[in-house]
């Protein structure tokens, strides 16, 4: 087996990948699939298809669902007050690609929504072993992130470790871009093979043979490391590191409806002109017919319209919003409150367990950009990255004015500080982002709003309250 072959597990995870990319491409890219996803029926000519093909069009269910519920996770930047460390300093530009950390866990989320499995490595820079850690700070050496697609991973291996599956190896493909001349550039694909404490890069040759281009170890405090650094974020997972697209059933009742609205566009195409019909004796060459003269045809010979009924075009109205609904219906299960089997921590109460799918998958991203900021303090030489909280727009029912009502009973009977209050009527969108707590407080005092003493209210004076 070659270095770029694909395992069993991840083509199997790949079937799909195929159609959801063209349905992500829009009109361009389906009707570049031609007959793959829009078939050429029997006794159809090769013109009339590629004429019905040129004129398809696709509605964009499944990219605009994909758009909408990342939308809704990311409604909010994520809470990184529990982020350890110097790992703060590098949020802005968490990929050295300008990528603060909200941007780039929206693409590794989307990724993960669209083919069911995405991952992040979390890298440093190689040949600084002989550098101090006054020296790394200063060249701003740093550990950085690289989101890998699950349309570039092309293998991986485990091993049981103490009850736990521990990647041993991952394979992915990589497209580097090298300048050529004076202003050119060319890409080059590379795939990169990550094993315990050591990395490999293969490209190829001009006479297409694989040959390793460099390889390295990979040392943390002078020591090869006992892991690799990858992070996976798996929403339906089917077995290690793959998992099945979540919307996948959308995505067939977005195919269908493209084959569906291609016949209704072209029935009607035919159906809504009528067609001119002549019965008589006279031979049909002599009937002449044009605008503003009379029309001879013959002794007992008649001319009428032929007009279709349009209840085949009623029918394809229908089958079309039929579909539309049964799409709408499949994306919105994602927003539906159904109880999920958590784990304690990810459900946090008993209550907790009846979530909607989409914050099920908000947790399990919580949890993967958990286990990345661990992966950055172990390459910082900290013990702990620390950890995020997402609190989007998710749910359905989700009304941050509802909800702020019951915070402010919670407040008015003393179970609930006037700092907690003003905290999570920002996180709701009904303050702006820039106030501040501090600043509310002396704001109140000078209009004699409040009279008691704020530091007691404040939660980071007093953590008790």
């Known amino acids: 087996m070659t270095v770029s072959r694909k395992t069993k597990?991840?083509?199997?995870?790949?079937?799909?990948?195929?159609?959801?990319?063209?349905?992500?491409?829009?009109?361009?890219?389906?009707?570049?699939?031609?007959?793959?996803?829009?078939?050429?029926?029997?006794?159809?000519?090769?013109?009339?298809?590629?004429?019905?093909?040129?004129?398809?069009?696709?509605?964009?269910?499944?990219?605009?669902?994909?758009g909408q519920m990342v939308g809704r996770v990311f409604y909010k930047d994520l809470d990184t007050s529990?982020?350890?460390?110097?790992?703060?300093?590098?949020?802005?530009?968490?990929?050295?690609?300008?990528?603060?950390?909200?941007?780039?866990?929206?693409?590794?989320?989307?990724?993960?929504?669209?083919?069911?499995?995405?991952?992040?490595?979390?890298?440093?820079?190689?040949?600084?072993?002989?550098?101090?850690?006054?020296?790394?700070?200063?060249?701003?050496?740093?550990?950085?992130?690289?989101?890998?697609?699950?349309?570039?991973?092309?293998?991986?291996?485990?091993?049981?470790?103490?009850?736990?599956?521990?990647?041993?190896?991952?394979?992915?493909?990589?497209?580097?871009?090298?300048?050529?001349?004076?202003?050119?550039?060319?890409?080059?694909?590379?795939?990169?093979?990550?094993?315990?404490?050591?990395v490999r890069r293969y490209r190829v040759n001009e006479k297409g043979e694989t040959f390793i281009h460099s390889q390295s170890r990979l040392l943390q405090?002078?020591?090869?490391?006992?892991?690799?650094?990858?992070?996976?974020?798996?929403?339906?997972?089917?077995?290690f590191f793959t998992g099945k697209p979540p919307l996948l059933e959308l995505a067939y009742l977005n195919i269908k409806h493209w084959q569906s609205q291609s016949d209704q566009d072209n029935i009607t195409h035919y159906v809504r002109v009528p067609l001119l019909q002549y019965q008589g004796q006279e031979?049909?060459?002599?009937?002449?017919?044009?605008?503003?003269?009379?029309?001879?045809?013959?002794?007992?010979?008649?001319?009428?319209?032929?007009?279709h009924s349009g209840a085949a075009i009623a029918a394809g109205v229908n089958a079309l919003e039929k579909l539309e609904n049964d799409m709408q219906v499949a994306g919105a299960k994602l927003l539906t409150r159904t109880k999920i089997a958590l784990t304690d921590t990810q459900a946090r109460d008993e209550a907790g367990r009846e979530v909607s799918l989409l914050r099920h998958y908000a947790n399990l991203l919580e949890d993967s950009i958990g286990r990345m900021l661990d992966f950055m303090a172990m390459w910082q030489g900290e013990t702990d990255g620390g950890n995020v909280e997402i609190s989007g727009s998710i749910d359905a029912d989700y009304?941050?004015?509802?909800?702020?009502?019951?915070?402010?009973?919670?407040?008015?009977?003393?179970?609930?500080?006037?700092?907690?209050?003003?905290?999570?009527?920002?996180?709701?969108?009904?303050?702006?982002?820039?106030?501040?707590?501090?600043?509310?407080?002396?704001?109140?005092?000078?209009?004699?709003?409040?009279?008691?003493?704020f530091r007691q209210l404040d939660d980071e004076q007093n953590p008790n309250q």
């Open 399 to 453: 009304n941050p004015t509802a909800s702020l009502d019951v915070l402010l009973k919670m407040n008015t009977a003393g179970i609930l500080s006037h700092q907690t209050l003003f905290d999570e009527a920002k996180k709701r969108g009904l303050l702006s982002p820039l106030r501040q707590w501090k600043n509310e407080q002396n704001r109140l005092q000078l209009q004699g709003g409040l009279n008691m003493d």
């Open 221 to 239: 405090n002078g020591k090869p490391l006992d892991v690799i650094p990858i992070v996976d974020l798996v929403l339906e997972k089917t077995g």
């Open 9 to 66: 597990a991840v083509t199997q995870m790949h079937i799909h990948g195929a159609m959801i990319d063209a349905l992500l491409g829009g009109t361009e890219s389906m009707r570049l699939c031609g007959k793959t996803y829009l078939p050429q029926w029997a006794n159809e000519t090769h013109e009339a298809y590629q004429d019905r093909l040129a004129t398809s069009t696709l509605l964009p269910v499944l990219k605009e669902t994909i």
């Open 283 to 307: 031979s049909i060459d002599s009937v002449v017919s044009s605008a503003g003269s009379l029309i001879n045809v013959g002794e007992r010979g008649n001319l009428s319209y032929v007009e």
């Open 82 to 198: 529990q982020v350890f460390g110097s790992l703060k300093d590098f949020l802005p530009n968490i990929d050295l690609q300008n990528n603060s950390l909200n941007v780039f866990c929206a693409a590794w989320f989307a990724d993960a929504l669209t083919k069911g499995a995405s991952f992040v490595l979390v890298d440093f820079p190689e040949n600084i072993n002989s550098f101090t850690r006054a020296d790394e700070k200063r060249l701003n050496f740093r550990p950085y992130t690289v989101l890998i697609k699950n349309s570039d991973v092309l293998g991986f291996r485990y091993e049981m470790r103490n009850g736990r599956a521990v990647c041993t190896q991952f394979r992915y493909r990589q497209m580097i871009t090298e300048y050529d001349g004076e202003f050119g550039e060319r890409e080059i694909e590379q795939i990169n093979v990550h094993e315990i404490g050591s």
